[in-house]
């Protein structure tokens, strides 16, 4: 997923007025302010009034479903480029609760959320010690831990405190 594509889909989301998190790996670079690895996808969550306008507009450039586990999620592909949408709920404070399998919820609180940059453009992101702990409770694969890696860096300049605008 080029970041071309990702900031492509982020001016899409800010034009709308949408609540948005990037999350994921995107997230981690935006952070670091650059681009520190390949990236399968771009991990968007999402308010989930905005939900099918993304869909609709994803379909009409051309992505197709590829997986669909919602409420949790939906994955829309283009050829190598993939936008896995994660569904919030907002509440009236800007929280956002994401439905998982069963009876799961996942809070994204709004206070979690700061601005950083994907190719020298503002985006919203979640926080460095949100996506740190968005990565507990699962087997980590190599991305995971060089992003873990990237977030600790982070963390230990003393720059995940407050927005990062790298």
């Known amino acids: 997923m080029p970041s071309d594509e990702v900031m492509t889909v982020v001016e899409w989301l800010e034009h709308s007025g949408a609540v948005y998190q990037v999350n994921g790996g995107w997230a981690v670079d935006a952070l670091v302010g650059r681009q520190t690895r390949v990236h399968r996808d771009l991990d968007v969550f ?4 905005a939900v099918p306008r993304l869909i609709a507009w994803l379909t009409e ?15 829309l592909r283009r050829g190598e480029q993939v936008v896995d949408v994660h569904p919030m ?16 919820e ?12 994907v190719a020298g453009r503002p985006v919203t992101v979640a ?11 699962y087997r980590h694969r190599d991305v995971d831990a060089h992003d873990l890696a990237q977030l600790r860096r982070i963390q230990a300049a003393g720059a995940g405190e407050g927005s990062v605008e790298a």
């Open 46 to 49: 999402l308010d989930e009034a």
């Open 61 to 75: 450039r051309g992505y197709t479903e590829e997986t669909d586990e919602l409420p949790a999620r939906v994955e």
């Open 89 to 104: 709920a907002l509440d009236a404070e800007g929280n956002g609760v994401q439905r998982g399998g069963g009876d799961a």
């Open 106 to 117: 996942f809070v994204h609180r709004a206070t979690d959320r700061t601005r950083a940059r």
């Open 127 to 137: 926080r460095v010690e949100r996506l740190i702990e968005l990565r507990r409770g």
